[in-house]
């Protein structure tokens, strides 16, 4: 905990490749992306060929040219160190780019008096998806949608923006004190009236 800001900042990562493993990130047309760009991660390892037993449908999803397809999302740094940022099911598409939730949430949780926050896409006739925020402010805290807005302006590219936000007093969780599914908070954030 005593090391360099770069040693620091590795203390988030999944850590690099094993050995016989190879991991790629691609976009969603299966091209690699450049380090430090986000993309979906996909591993090949020499001991490959592995299927779903009894499910040949999902195998195929998953499984394809020898590559692992899990549905991770994340970024590679310089020296190969893999940050995981999301599910593919959780991306938003908005107006033909890709969202990924975790990024916003973070943006979101950094400002003082956010408890937390969790980002969904919701149906948009214009955009296909528009990004929302369903937060949680700590007890005592009076911070606005504006001045949240005003900091994802500063940190966001546009598109990444939330269109809409939701407060409640907690976010919905499951017996575990996990985040409950984006699919429930989906039903949260078409219903203004919680």
């Not at 006739?125 to 302006?153: F, Q």
């Amino acid at each position: 905990l005593d090391g360099t800001p770069q040693e620091l900042k590795r203390l988030a990562s999944a850590g690099r490749r094993a050995l016989g493993v190879e991991i790629k990130l691609v976009d969603p047309q299966g091209s690699p992306v450049p380090r430090g760009e986000a993309g979906e991660i996909v591993v090949r390892a020499s001991q490959g060929g592995w299927e779903y037993w009894d499910n040949p449908e999902e195998s195929r999803a998953v499984f394809r040219d020898g590559w692992i397809y899990p549905g991770d999302l994340g970024r590679m740094d310089e020296d190969g160190y893999l940050y995981i940022i999301g599910r593919t099911k959780d991306m938003v598409i908005s107006g033909g780019y890709n969202v990924y939730p975790k990024e916003v949430e973070l943006v979101i949780d950094s400002i003082p008096g956010i408890k937390e926050s969790a980002v969904i896409g919701t149906p948009d006739t214009l955009w296909g998806e528009v990004v929302v925020a369903i937060i949680a402010l700590e007890r005592g805290s009076n911070v606005t949608e504006e001045e949240i807005l005003d900091v994802c302006t500063n940190k966001l590219a546009g598109f990444k923006k939330p269109r809409k936000i939701y407060f409640m007093d907690e976010l919905p969780k499951n017996h575990y004190g996990k985040l409950k599914e984006r699919k429930y908070l989906e039903m949260v954030g078409k219903n203004e009236k919680y």
